[in-house]
Every structure is written in C-alpha cells, then in structure tokens.
C-alpha cells in the first residue's frame, strides 16, 4: 500500500464497495487509489454506510479543503483592501476553520 508522504494517507481516490454475506454482516471496503484495502466497516445499518461513503469521500475532500485555503486568505485580503471589514473577518474565520481541519488530518497544530 502506498501512502502519500505529504499527508501520510493512503493515496486516492477511494471507492467503497459493499459486499453482503447475510441479513447480519455487512462489509464495506474502501480502497484506495492502488487498489489496496485502506479501511473495512462491519455493519448493517444506514450509519454504517453513510460512513463508508464519507470515509471514501476523504480524498476529494481533503483536495477541495487544500485549494479552498488560498482562495479564502485571497478573499479576505480583498475585502479588508476593499473596506468591506465584516466580509474579511467572514473569510478569515472560515479560513481558521480550514485550516484547523486540515492540521487535524495532517496531525499538527493549526497556525
């Protein structure tokens, strides 16, 4: 199995896929982008492959998260240009959300 070294993740994209052995057991494998198992999830009920979905999800959003962030430190610095205050302080706290999301993922400390 591969891993990024960046974010130390196994490599995406991900997909699940849900395999049935009976009305009790369930198994939801997400692989990653080299085929391999990068996580498994036993159970039947819907939260159980909400969370499947979410977990094979990951990488896409951790890629949308990572160009997000340029663009909302661009927009409050042209807000705060612009005089619009109350906008800057918008993208700036959604900005620290961001990027404290993405610290937790990486496992480090937000700036």
Known sequence: MTTDTRTRHT???FRDCVEEFD????V???YGG??????TIHGTAPVDLANGKLFASAPA???????AVPM???AAQRANKLGELVESDRHMMTLKVAQAAL????GTEAS
Request: hydrophobic letters at 55%; aromatic letters at 4%; charged letters at 15%.
């Open 72 to 74: 909302l430190y661009l």
């Open 34 to 39: 080299d085929g391999e198992v990068a996580a």
């Open 11 to 13: 490599a995406g994209p």
């Open 61 to 67: 959003l951790l890629a949308a998260l990572e160009a």
């Open 23 to 26: 009305d009790s057991v369930t």
């Open 28 to 30: 939801i494998n997400i």
């Open 103 to 106: 610290a937790q993922t990486r």
